[in-house]
């Protein structure tokens, strides 16, 4: 569904992003891990058509963004790290905003509605003014704003930032169960958010995909059987080893 091959992103002389390559299906759950800086919101704003490659290609469903934009948008649910929501609206009509733009029917938003709802535990505030609500539940209305029309495809930078406990929990739970039938990606640089998900992981760091794999393999290559340790030993100390040879 997602064919990321060989991106390249440059901002003035740094590059961010250096020849990233992976695919992902319908079904996948996958969390983009990596420390800060490492370039999870530059992929995912080429993922999304936010931002162009200077080099390589991203292919949805194998087309292009130069041959087939709005049919993909369409596909896609994104919610940005910022949340960027119109803060004076309700969640209520933010939600039926999203549904309109996206043509949905009364019957289709109303089932759709009541899911979001559910999952993200929203329907103490549908009636609240987005400017009035706490972090979590603003974080969580992105989220929805996100998933209202149904995309096959959810990208989400950093979705749990500002929860508590008790919402990281619902809203994990939520994430798998909308990996039973769409393609969800989300960003993180915390450990926990892919452990508990026990998701695909691509970790990456210094703007390259340093290894593809399970949390039980991204464990594996730690010394001592931790996720801390297989992190510090990808990224940190792989990065300090190539700048010695240099």
Do not use: W
């Amino acid at each position: 569904m997602i064919e990321a091959q060989g991106l390249i992103k440059n901002f003035d002389r740094r590059r961010v992003l250096d020849g990233v390559n992976f695919s992902a299906q319908s079904g996948e759950l996958i969390t983009l891990l990596g420390p800060n800086g490492a370039g999870k919101t530059t992929l995912m704003r080429l993922i999304c058509g936010y931002l162009a490659p200077d080099a390589g290609a991203v292919r949805i469903d194998g087309r292009s963004y130069e041959t087939s934009r709005t049919e993909i948008l369409r596909k896609l649910g994104y919610m940005p790290e910022n949340t960027p929501l119109y803060k004076e609206l309700t969640v209520f009509e933010h939600l039926c905003l999203v549904g309109r733009v996206f043509g949905l029917d009364k019957k289709e938003f109303s089932a759709t509605l009541e899911e979001v709802c559910d999952g993200l535990e929203l329907y103490p505030v549908l009636g609240q003014k987005i400017q009035t609500l706490s972090k979590g539940y603003t974080r969580r209305t992105g989220i929805a704003v996100a998933m209202i029309h149904r995309p096959q495809i959810l990208i989400l930078d950093e979705p749990t930032e500002g929860l508590d406990p008790n919402q990281k929990t619902a809203v994990r739970k939520y994430l798998r169960r909308c990996a039973e039938k769409a393609l969800v990606l989300i960003s993180t640089h915390l450990l926990e958010e892919a452990e508990t998900l026990d998701s695909r992981v691509l970790l990456l760091a210094d703007g390259k995909i340093c290894t593809d794999t399970t949390v039980a393999g991204l464990r594996a290559c730690s010394r001592d059987g931790t996720l801390a340790d297989a992190f510090h030993r990808l990224t940190a100390e792989k990065t300090i080893a190539e700048e010695n040879e240099r």
